[in-house]
T-cell receptor, first 112, second 115 residues
Framework: SQQGEEDPQALSIQEGENATMNCSYKTSINNLQWYRQNSGRGLVHLILIRSNEREKHSGRLRVTLDTSKKSSSLLITASRAADTASYFCATDAGTGRRALTFGSGTRLQVQP | DAGVIQSPRHEVTEMGQEVTLRCKPISGHNSLFWYRQTMMRGLELLIYFNNNVPIDDSGMPEDRFSAKMPNASFSTLKIQPSEPRDSAVYFC?????????????FGNGTRLTVT
């Protein structure tokens, strides 16, 4: 099974609204990252939060991390039609296997 | 910065044929990853290299898949013989492992269709 599972699988909102996506994972992590994928393109890194951090901001993005619940959330404020994409969380276990493990993604549709 | 470059962008082939996917990582990155993306299974790690050496190939589905990295600027993923279930988008990504907070940089993928 995948290390990260996003919730919801799909989300449709109006421009200007906030979008919240959640990610749960199973094992201890070194850090958690969020990526965005536009249709037909590769993934693009958005933000990284370390295991000893609880919240991080980058522009209209806000990420939280709760290691006790093994969960993270990505909030996009004041959404725009251009935010339409799939969003993935990815975990770095930090030891042993160093490759990122990706969740199943949330498809966000922002209606203009 | 040209980013990670993958070729071809699309590949259509018949079952049983050999397929070779190519990747040029970002210059200076020391690690390269091959992922496969399908609707059913999402993004799966196939193999990754560090300093041109394969580190973890546990995700390679079977012996029909092989990957090489002959130098720091080039990698190939080969499928021989190809099967319809290999149809997917194959991504290459690179980064600098060992540097804190270094994210993965992805290419735009190769969409493989095996008929």
């Amino acid at each position: 099974s995948q290390q990260g599972e996003e919730d919801p699988q799909a989300l449709s909102i109006q421009e200007g609204e906030n979008a919240t996506m959640n990610c749960s994972y199973k094992t201890s992590i070194n850090n958690l990252q969020w990526y965005r994928q536009n249709s037909g393109r590769g993934l693009v890194h958005l933000i990284l939060i370390r295991s000893n951090e609880r919240e991080k901001h980058s522009g209209r993005l806000r990420v939280t991390l709760d290691t006790s619940k093994k969960s993270s959330s990505l909030l996009i404020t004041a959404s725009r039609a251009a935010d339409t994409a799939s969003y993935f969380c990815a975990t770095d276990a930090g030891t042993g296997r160093r490759a990122l493990t990706f969740g199943s993604g949330t498809r966000l549709q922002v209606q203009p | 910065d040209a980013g990670v470059i993958q070729s071809p962008r699309h590949e259509v082939t018949e079952m049983g044929q050999e397929v070779t996917l190519r990747c040029k990582p970002i210059s200076g990155h020391n690690s390269l990853f091959w992922y496969r993306q399908t609707m059913m299974r999402g993004l799966e790690l196939l193999i990754y290299f560090n300093n041109n050496v394969p580190i973890d190939d546990s995700g390679m589905p079977e012996d029909r898949f092989s990957a090489k990295m002959p130098n720091a600027s080039f990698s190939t993923l080969k499928i021989q013989p190809s099967e319809p279930r290999d149809s997917a988008v194959y991504f290459c990504a690179s980064t600098t492992l060992g540097v804190d907070n270094s994210p993965l940089h992805f290419g735009n993928g190769t969409r493989l269709t095996v008929t």
